[in-house]
T-cell receptor, first 114, second 114 residues
Framework: AQSVTQLDSHVSVSEGTPVLLRCNYS??????LFWYVQHPNKGLQLLLK??????LVKGINGFEAEFKKSETSFHLTKPSAHMSDAAEYFC????????????FGAGTTVTVRA | ETGVTQTPRHLVMGMTNKKSLKCEQH?????MYWYKQSAKKPLELMFV???????ENNSVPSRFSPECPNSSHLFLHLHTLQPEDSALYLC?????????????FGAGTRLSVL
């Protein structure tokens, strides 16, 4: 079985400053890892995906994440926050390639101050 | 938009009502999912269909009844619900059933049970 822990339930940043959202995972297999974003009254949108290729994954809207096996982490970063980045972010892990069941983190709410 | 459409967006129902949630995907995917998103809890997988066959019923009470008439449409029939069933119900689809397949989400139906 796999699981994921998002270490911060809420992150507040100023516009133009870096954003760091932390995620640790556990998995018995070589996992696939995802970050999704959910804006108010919207569904979940995929930001990026890791599937055992390059450990630094670039996503949409300037986000990127680094897979660190030794630390079982998959932290999400963005160099400069924008007001439109205010949303809830979910770190997600799947098990092996045949396992469609995803384990979702509890979410991190990001607020961006002007 | 992600290509997954859910209707209605909002639904208020009494405990004795019968209602249905509808999901339609325009992506040509073979797998469809129902999730429940409650406040401050990780997403819970409810049902999974692959090629119109149910492959997962994640210990969901019988007052929730899914239906998948074809690979593009998924319904969730609701009857005699409880107030604790109030939540955001999300539909998702993926190309196939696999841990590497990206799940694309609809905007959800916000359900309130009075």
């Amino acid at each position: 079985a796999q699981s994921v822990t998002q270490l911060d339930s809420h992150v507040s940043v100023s516009e133009g400053t870096p954003v760091l959202l932390r995620c640790n995972y556990s998995s018995s297999y070589s996992p696939s890892l995802f970050w999704y974003v959910q804006h108010p009254n919207k569904g979940l949108q995929l930001l990026l995906k890791y599937t055992s290729a390059a450990t630094l994954v670039k996503g949409i809207n300037g986000f990127e994440a680094e897979f660190k096996k030794s630390e079982t982490s998959f932290h999400l970063t963005k160099p400069s926050a924008h007001m439109s980045d205010a949303a809830e972010y979910f770190c997600v892990v799947s098990g092996n390639s045949n396992d469609y069941k995803l384990s979702f983190g509890a979410g991190t709410t990001v607020t961006v101050r002007a | 938009e992600t290509g997954v459409t859910q209707t209605p967006r909002h639904l208020v129902m009494g405990m004795t009502n019968k209602k249905s949630l509808k999901c339609e995907q325009h992506l040509g995917h073979n797998a469809m999912y129902w999730y429940k998103q409650s406040a401050k809890k990780p997403l819970e997988l409810m049902f999974v269909y692959s090629l119109e066959e149910r492959v997962e019923n994640n210990s969901v009470p019988s007052r929730f009844s899914p239906e998948c008439p074809n690979s593009s449409h998924l319904f969730l029939h609701l009857h005699t619900l409880q107030p604790e069933d109030s939540a955001l119900y999300l539909c998702a689809s993926s190309q196939d059933l696999g841990g590497r397949d990206i799940q694309y989400f609809g905007a959800g139906t916000r359900l309130s049970v009075l």
